[in-house]
């Protein structure tokens, strides 16, 4: 469950009457999305529309952590930390939880929030609330399949895309599950429902009516964005009467959120005083910071079987061993568990990279190119070497050279790993 002292009713967006006194600030660290909305138009670098999906650039979780400090010291007033895309938070997994951590460690008075499309938030809702991530939302837009099936182009669960029904079937299951999930762990939820015309205007109603059913606390009937190019790039937008209207209605099942101003994936400041173009240029510089220094890095990563010999291949680990130089001697502090293989290639290495991101070194007995690149450029040592544990950490704290500590000769077990993401077969 929720643990927090924190005060939540400093939400501007869950709270209008603080919308003036209390802010937010959006952590664009979410590139990826997992499904396709016939709405929608992710922009990576625009600057000149205000909608959701759309930032001027993108941020690493350490990045996001060294804005963090600069945005609080423009702007103290910001309460609320969250992550709104541009693509989902959970599509971009590793990233999102890395941020999330690093602000609940550095900035604890921070509240903690997320926007989700709900289908792959299931697994980290445990995770969300001992972190104290305290109010999640997540986009609705039908509760019919057969809706649904108009809405989305297709949705992608892993490496498998599913389209028509099928995919807002499986949407569907996961979001209604995901809200269910987050309230027992005592999550604030608010629901967004985009309002299309001709689409799902007639079902709105029946999205909150659901949505009361699962005790959602909030409700956000918001006006679909035309976007040239996109499916329904030529229906139009619905008017302010007629969202009102609607949220007159849907008010009969949960209260209703009246002041949201279609945030921008990186906005900053009050809801009606936005600061976002002006902490553009800091945003961008945030983007352009090197990794961590070893010397900022307090840890080593270690690859082993039984926790006294370096005896795995990196793509072999499904968890790492976690030590710190105390004195004259080292200590094991924790074991992180791998990412998941279902995401292959880059983007697994990527994800081991952010999860190692305090560790100045990795020991294994033997590392593919792909993943030798991508830790180094992430700022993470990585150290093919065979023999006792103790010897490599000794090696790598004192700033030696490991090239005598032999490694295993063959990339794994069965010497079919190379470094493709996949794992020994």
Not at 24 to 38: E, F, G, Q, S, Y
Not at 235 to 245: D, F, H, L, N, T
């Amino acid at each position: 469950m929720l643990d927090t002292a924190k005060d939540l009713s400093k939400h501007p967006c869950f709270n209008p009457a603080i919308k003036g006194q209390a802010g937010r600030v959006h952590l664009p660290v979410a590139p990826n999305c997992n499904i396709k909305c016939n709405y929608c138009d992710r922009k990576y670098d625009c600057v000149n529309e205000s909608r959701p999906g759309v930032t001027s650039t993108i941020l690493s979780p350490e990045q996001a952590l060294v804005y963090m400090g600069k945005v609080l010291e423009k702007e103290p007033r910001i309460t609320v930390a969250g992550i709104a895309g541009p693509g989902d938070p959970f599509a971009n997994g590793e990233a999102t939880m890395e941020t999330m951590r690093l602000i609940n460690k550095h900035f604890p008075q921070m509240i903690l929030c997320l926007a989700s499309n709900g289908l792959a938030i299931g697994p980290y809702i445990p995770e969300l609330a001992k972190l104290n991530v305290s109010h999640v939302t997540i986009t609705i837009n039908a509760v019919d399949p057969e809706v649904g099936a108009k809405i989305y182009s297709w949705v992608r669960d892993g490496k498998v895309a599913y389209h028509g029904r099928q995919a807002a079937e499986l949407l569907l299951s996961r979001q209604l599950e995901a809200v269910k999930d987050l309230k027992a762990h005592g999550i604030t939820v608010k629901i967004n429902s985009i309002l299309i015309p001709g689409i799902n205007d007639q079902h709105i109603l029946k999205v909150a009516e659901a949505m009361q059913g699962l005790s959602a606390d909030l409700f956000n009937c918001m006006a679909m964005f035309p976007n040239v190019g996109t499916p329904f790039g030529t229906i139009r937008e619905p008017s302010k009467e007629e969202v009102g209207a609607m949220r007159t209605e849907a008010e009969k099942f949960l209260p209703q959120m009246r002041h949201c101003t279609r945030c921008r994936a990186d906005a900053v400041g009050l809801l009606d005083q936005d600061r976002t173009e002006e902490m553009r240029g800091c945003l961008s510089a945030c983007a352009q910071l090197p990794p961590l220094p070893a010397e900022e890095r307090p840890y080593v990563a270690v690859a082993t079987m039984e926790g006294i010999l370096v005896n795995q291949h990196l793509g072999e680990a499904k968890r790492f061993q976690i030590y710190a130089k105390k004195e004259d001697s080292f200590v094991l502090v924790e074991e992180r568990e791998a990412p998941k293989e279902n995401g292959g290639g880059l983007q697994r290495w990527t994800s081991l990279a952010r999860r190692l991101n305090d560790c100045r070194a990795v020991l294994v007995s033997g590392v593919g190119e792909t993943p030798r690149e991508i830790l180094q450029k992430s700022g993470i040592r990585p150290v093919a070497m065979g023999g006792f544990i103790a010897d490599g950490l000794k090696t790598v704290f004192a700033g030696g050279n490991p090239g005598a500590l032999k490694a295993r000769r063959q990339p794994c077990t069965k010497g079919v790993c190379a470094g493709s993401g996949g794992g020994c077969q």
